[in-house]
Structures are given as structure tokens and as C-alpha cells.
């Protein structure tokens, strides 16, 4: 008789009751030391899902909700060019993008939480374009940003809407941030995690792929302390490859700059 045909042995009732006891002790003690009982630890597989350095769409949550895409004649498919944020102020009214991507505010929108065509949160004016006098005189790369003023919606304030992250300054130039952008022929946001390392004193670098015309503007935000702490551009505009992107460090300008749109002052 082959072993797979053997009859199996009933365990008396008793046997049962005693080994069934013994297992659910096992699950609670392994629970209690963090480990499943093939011995993974509990949130691995959580864990996992964040593997730094990989590119996925944005999942449709309150961070993302904060990044959104910049348009001009009218919201659509296809029309978006660049990314932006909404900064927590006490005018409760300005986003932050790079400085490249923003001239006039003729038709120029933000659309908060933009995805496949839809804007969940609605389409705001922007008003203001707020930069350096080293990015209006020369381009200077170091001052690749810009914080805009955007009206009310509906006598609403954006920031009450979606909320807004606070700006980080003068931070350590090494940070593991995540990276927000749209692509500009994508109709959802990308989402990288990765560890940043200096390019220089005063510009950031990241390895994350697939980031291409469009994600310019789109923030660094700290996962230490949920502050944006860069956007995509400076150093060649963001990058000349969609694989790695650069930012200009977040400090004295752009604290000044961040104090000129609070007060709406030249």
C-alpha cells in the first residue's frame, strides 16, 4: 500500500484539544515577538511596498491630494505641462513649483489631485507668480523655484480644501524624500521613494525612474518630518534624463521669497 492511500490515524479527542491550545499559544507568541510563524516579520509585506528607488502612480490619498498639475487653457487631458504643492501658510493661498515652469498667470490653473481628467478638488486661478531677482534677472538654477498666490474657489481657500505641507529650509542636503510629478502625457501622479545625496552645496540629487517633461515642479517632501524640502529643477531644469532628478536647496532665498508672498509684497 502506497503511503498517500494509508489511512490516517484519528488523534483521541483529548490529544486534539491539547495540540490546538499549543498552536494558538505559538500564533500569540510570535505575534508578541513581531514574527509570523514562518518567521517573517508582521509589516514586512507592508514594508515592501515601499521599495526605495521604484517609480508607481500616486495612490489617490491626502498627501497626493496636496500635489497637483499646472494647465493653461483649460483642464484635459494632454494639457497639463508641470507639477506643483500647496504650502501650508498663514494666508492659507500659495503653492510652490519651479521657476522654470511659470512666465504669466494668463489662464495659468492649478488643479489639485488631478487624475484622469478629473479634478476632485476643482480648478484654481493663480494670481501671482512670486521669484528670485537671481531667477528674473539670470536663470540662476540655484533659485529654480517659485511661490504662487491662488484666488479663492468657491469662498474657499486651497489649503483648506486639501491641506498643504510646511515648508522645510535649510535642512541637511541628504534626506529620504517622496517624489510627486506628473508627467505631462500621464493623467495621474508618480510616487518615489528614494534617499537624496548632494550635487553640490546647493543642489540636491535623486535616482528615480521615469520622471519626464511635466514632472518639473513637483515636490520633495521629507519623510522625516512631511516638510517639502525641494522641487524638481535647478540643475538642467530638473535633469536632462527622466532617471535622476535634481532640485536647488531650500534656503535663505527661498525664505525670503516664501515671506514676499505671505506679505504680497514686490
Known amino acids: 500500500m502506497s503511503r498517500d492511500r494509508m489511512p ?8 486534539g484539544r491539547t495540540l490546538l491550545l499549543l498552536a494558538v499559544l505559538l500564533l500569540i507568541g510570535a505575534n508578541t515577538l513581531g514574527l509570523s510563524l514562518v518567521g517573517v516579520p508582521v509589516g514586512a509585506v507592508a514594508s515592501a511596498r515601499t521599495t526605495l528607488g521604484t517609480t508607481a502612480v500616486a495612490p489617490a490619498d491626502g498627501s497626493a491630494a496636496r500635489v497637483g498639475a499646472l494647465f493653461t487653457g483649460g483642464v484635459g487631458p494632454g494639457r497639463h505641462f508641470c507639477s506643483a504643492s500647496v504650502l501650508q501658510s498663514p494666508t492659507r493661498d500659495l503653492v510652490v513649483t519651479a521657476a522654470h ?3 504669466t498667470t494668463d489662464g495659468l490653473l492649478f488643479v489639485p ?21 537671481g531667477w528674473s534677472a539670470a536663470r540662476d538654477p540655484d533659485e529654480d523655484f517659485a511661490v504662487l498666490r491662488i484666488a479663492p474657489n468657491g469662498g474657499h481657500r486651497i489649503e483648506d480644501v486639501v491641506g498643504g505641507n510646511a515648508l522645510g529650509l535649510d535642512d541637511t542636503l541628504t534626506r529620504t524624500v517622496r517624489l510627486y510629478g506628473y508627467p505631462s502625457r500621464s493623467e495621474a501622479p508618480l510616487l518615489c521613494t528614494n534617499a537624496v545625496t548632494a550635487y553640490s552645496a546647493t543642489q540636491r540629487r535623486i535616482e528615480c525612474p521615469g520622471y519626464p517633461g511635466g514632472t518639473s515642479g513637483g515636490p520633495w517632501v521629507s519623510t522625516r518630518t512631511g516638510e517639502v524640502i525641494g522641487v524638481i529643477g535647478g540643475h538642467q531644469e530638473g535633469g536632462d534624463t527622466p532617471d535622476v532628478s535634481y532640485t536647488a536647496y531650500f534656503g535663505a532665498a527661498l525664505a525670503g521669497l516664501y515671506r514676499q508672498a505671505v506679505t504680497g509684497t514686490a
Open 8 to 15: 490516517r490515524r484519528a488523534l483521541p479527542p483529548a490529544v
Open 101 to 103: 515652469c511659470v512666465g
Open 113 to 133: 489631485g488631478y487624475r484622469d481628467g478629473a479634478a476632485p478638488y476643482g480648478s484654481w486661478k493663480v494670481t501671482r507668480i512670486f521669484t528670485t531677482a
